[in-house]
Structure formats: structure tokens, C-alpha cells
């Protein structure tokens, strides 16, 4: 029996350990660490057909070895925001705040002018599948732009999740992804800088999908910088962006 307890403590210890492990910064209530893996899906592609009508722009995606609208296989155990509709892509213009798209097309109307698209696929918890030919990103023109156009080979951050309001049980463990094209993060290169409210959590040197834990019910800042070694921002493409999110315990959110 003596044998058995000790046995099921080393265990536990051994659990707590690995648990703590993964967790990466602490500022006050706020816990930041490596979410869990989840299922990948490394044939999966996505392609994009553009046509733009006036100020219109009409996009036609080809998604191949991935299904739209199903459940992602650990969605239930995932612990976090999960859509009900199942798999998705999301369609982001100009780094705003993404469109999630079951069907694969979609008409947004914009200004006149040039634009850029970023697109990728997502499981249905809006974790994003990152491999290169899983996402997509290309300037749309919009009327006679006679600007320079943009230059896609430089560096750029989309900011992907958070978003929106959050409410009950989906705050507890609230999912920070974003996608990177043209750069790469590592502990000795470029790092994506977290900021909540104003104070810098911490430096995040791995493309992964992060939880953060014991935010207060209430809005919240969220910015992230892609930054060198030195800290300094990097020059390129929505390489600093800063958005807001609602956490609510229930609904109806207090005003």
C-alpha cells in the first residue's frame, strides 16, 4: 500500500512537472503557456482565385485534403472556444479582425485602392493549420491603383486570435495564434513580443498557439510586436498590431 502511495505521488509530481513546464510567463493573475497539440493536417491546402468587380472582390478558395464544416477530432477536449460549425478558413483584409468562412468563397466590397489578403485554414477551436500551403496571401486592387504595390516578401504578422467576446466557460483558457510569412522565431532570432493592457507578458520564440489564462472579466488590450534580438521592431507588414476582446461571466455583458 506504502508502495502504491508512493508510487502514484511520483506520478503526480511527475504530471505537475510537465504542466508547469509549458507555461511560459506570469504577470500578476495572467498565465501565458503552450497550448496543447492538436491534430495536424499536413496535406491540407489552400488556394485562392481573385476577381474584382468594381469595388467588389469576389474570392474562390480550392481546399484540398481538409473538410469544411466538420468538428476537428479533440474539439471537445480542447478546452477552449470551439465553433459550432465546424472547420473554417479565415479571411483576414488588411490585418483586420478575420472572417470565418465554412463555404469556400467569399464577396467583400473595399475602397479603392490596395489592399492585402491573408487566408488560412483553421480547426474548429480557431487554431490555424500552419504549414505554407495551408494559408495564402496576395495584394487585391481595387479601381486603378497606381501605387507601388505592396511588397509581400518582407516580414508579416497576422493577428488571428483573440477575438471578439468571450463568455463562461470560453474565458478560462483564451487562445492567442497568429500566422508569420517571410520570418521565422527562434530563442536567438525574432520573437513576437505579448503586451495585455499595456505591460509586456512576455516573448514568445516559437510559432505555436498560446493560452492565456486568468485575464479579469471585463475588455482587454491585446498587442503583438514582431520584434529582432535586440528587441527592436521589425520593419514589414502589420508588424505591430494591437486589438481589443470582452471577457463576460455570463450574458447580458455589463455596460
Aim: aromatic share 8%; hydrophobic share 40%; with cysteine.
Amino acid at each position: 500500500m506504502k508502495k502504491f502511495f508512493l508510487v502514484a505521488c511520483l506520478l503526480g509530481l511527475i504530471t505537475l512537472h510537465k504542466s508547469q513546464a509549458q507555461v511560459l510567463a506570469q504577470s500578476g493573475t495572467i498565465k501565458l503557456s503552450v497550448a496543447p497539440e492538436s491534430p495536424d493536417f499536413p496535406d491540407a491546402s489552400l488556394a485562392a482565385n481573385v476577381v474584382t468587380k468594381g469595388d467588389t472582390a469576389i474570392v474562390n478558395f480550392e481546399v484540398k485534403n481538409y473538410s469544411l464544416g466538420n468538428q476537428t477530432a479533440d474539439a471537445t477536449t480542447k478546452r477552449c472556444a470551439n465553433s459550432a460549425k465546424g472547420q473554417h478558413i479565415h479571411y483576414i483584409i488588411d490585418n483586420g479582425a478575420y472572417e470565418a468562412l465554412y463555404l469556400p468563397s467569399n464577396k467583400s466590397v473595399l475602397k479603392p485602392g490596395k489592399h492585402l489578403l491573408v487566408a488560412f485554414l483553421s480547426r474548429s477551436y480557431h487554431e490555424s493549420i500552419k504549414h505554407p500551403k495551408a494559408a495564402i496571401v496576395q495584394q487585391i486592387n481595387v479601381g486603378e491603383n497606381k501605387d507601388a504595390p505592396l511588397d509581400l516578401k518582407q516580414p508579416i504578422l497576422t493577428f488571428s486570435r483573440p477575438k471578439g467576446i468571450y463568455i463562461g466557460a470560453d474565458t478560462a483558457h483564451v487562445m492567442l495564434d497568429f500566422y508569420l510569412f517571410n520570418t521565422k522565431l527562434s530563442k536567438k532570432g525574432n520573437k513576437v513580443r505579448l503586451s495585455i493592457d499595456g505591460k509586456v507578458i512576455g516573448y514568445l520564440d516559437a510559432w505555436k498557439p498560446y493560452w492565456m489564462e486568468g485575464l479579469s472579466m471585463g475588455e482587454h488590450t491585446i498587442r503583438l510586436e514582431l520584434v529582432d534580438v535586440k528587441g527592436f521592431l521589425i520593419k514589414g507588414l502589420y508588424t505591430d498590431v494591437t486589438k481589443k476582446i470582452t471577457l463576460a461571466a455570463a450574458e447580458p455583458l455589463r455596460k
